[in-house]
Nanobody, 120 residues
Framework: QVQLVESGGGLVQPGGSLRLSCAASGSIFTDYIMGWFRQAPGKQRELVAT???????NYADSVKGRFTISRDNAKNTVYLQMNSLKPEDAAIYYCNAHLWSASSRLGNYWGQGTQVTVSS
């Protein structure tokens, strides 16, 4: 089946930048809606950004102007560029994907999560 593997998390200073990657492998898929979610201790998991096969994007109000979601279809990889990071951005970030092959829905998948810590 399909596996999602995140990378790029780590420790960064306030105001710094970090780029997260989510690489998909396994079954061939042709269409997707992919998103980044995050969950901080004691808080609900929230949607950060989404991107579709056609490149349409959406962002949470809290990250607009600071985060950018993008993809490299040749590498089956989605990125989240995070700039001007704030302590409140600290969370575990999860990659999520709804995948299709032709008209068949393959399923809904989650990555394992990657920790982002924003601290001086």
């Amino acid at each position: 089946q399909v596996q999602l593997v995140e990378s790029g998390g780590g420790l960064v200073q306030p105001g710094g930048s970090l780029r997260l990657s989510c690489a998909a492998s396994g079954s061939i898929f042709t269409d997707y809606i992919m998103g980044w979610f995050r969950q901080a201790p004691g808080k609900q998991r929230e949607l950060v950004a989404t991107i579709t096969t056609g490149g349409s994007t959406n962002y949470a109000d809290s990250v607009k102007g600071r985060f950018t979601i993008s993809r490299d279809n040749a590498k089956n990889t989605v990125y989240l560029q995070m700039n001007s990071l704030k302590p409140e951005d600290a969370a575990i970030y999860y990659c999520n994907a709804h995948l299709w092959s032709a008209s068949s829905r393959l399923g809904n998948y989650w990555g394992q999560g990657t920790q982002v810590t924003v601290s001086s």
